[in-house]
């Protein structure tokens, strides 16, 4: 089985400032926008987790101008072009990185400093492994509103199944590196890790390029 690869694509790489992050984050980002626009609140804050160089985050906050913005990442060197981006777009709602490692519960934010409607997360789990989603569900226990929401948005296999033969395809092409944690993981692993936290699985919405969006709230 053979993927269908973009002749502009890069090397996969899942380095947050490496070419092929940009070139994929460029890609899916007007997709998600529109979901974002029809699911995310009038007012309040929104936390990226694992923000990378910053292409999403200040890509969507400018069409939330009554939001405010937090990024975060566990790799502090991604901070300068975070907020580089933020610079030359002059944009005024997103707030400065914070680290935030998911395995790490000792950077975690606290309740006490800020409380969000939303928490979202781009592409993370074909190269980050499941156990990402507890630090995920457990983040969002300490500091997501009553009503609010986790988006998680990438390719999943369901139920152990690939929903199309190009996520197929694409999986095999990811685990051909054989690196431990890259591979494509099932919605349910994930719905079964966030579980215990009081974080469940509340919608799968389809998304082009055979993506889905996952919306997690409290149970």
């Not at 993927?3 to 694509?9: G, K, L, M």
Request: hydrophobic letters at 40%; aromatic letters at 10%; charged letters at 20%.
């Amino acid at each position: 089985m053979s993927v269908n690869v973009p002749a502009d694509r890069p090397q996969i790489d899942p380095h947050p400032l490496s070419p092929y992050v940009a070139w994929a984050g460029n890609r899916n980002r007007d997709p998600i926008l529109t979901v974002f626009k029809e699911i995310f609140p009038k007012s309040g804050n929104v936390l990226e987790l694992a923000s990378g160089a910053g292409n999403h985050i200040n890509y969507f906050a400018p069409n939330f101008p009554t939001l405010s913005f937090q990024p975060s990442d566990y790799n502090v060197e991604v901070f300068d072009s975070i907020k580089k981006k933020r610079a030359e777009a002059g944009t005024k709602n997103i707030f400065d990185p914070i680290k935030i490692d998911l395995t790490a519960p000792e950077t975690w934010p606290s309740a006490s400093d800020r409380l969000y409607d939303v928490i979202f997360v781009v592409n993370v789990f074909q190269v980050a492994p499941v156990s990402i989603c507890d630090g995920i569900a457990q983040v969002a226990d300490r500091v997501l509103t009553k009503d609010g929401f986790v988006a998680i948005y990438g390719p999943f296999k369901v139920d152990g199944k690939y929903t199309t033969e190009s996520n197929a395809a694409f999986d095999q092409e990811i685990l051909a590196p054989k690196v431990a944690e890259w591979g494509l993981k099932d919605v349910r692993d994930l719905e079964r890790a966030a579980k215990p936290h009081n974080i469940v699985l509340k919608n799968i919405l389809d998304m082009p390029a055979s993506n889905f969006i996952l919306l997690f709230g409290r149970a």
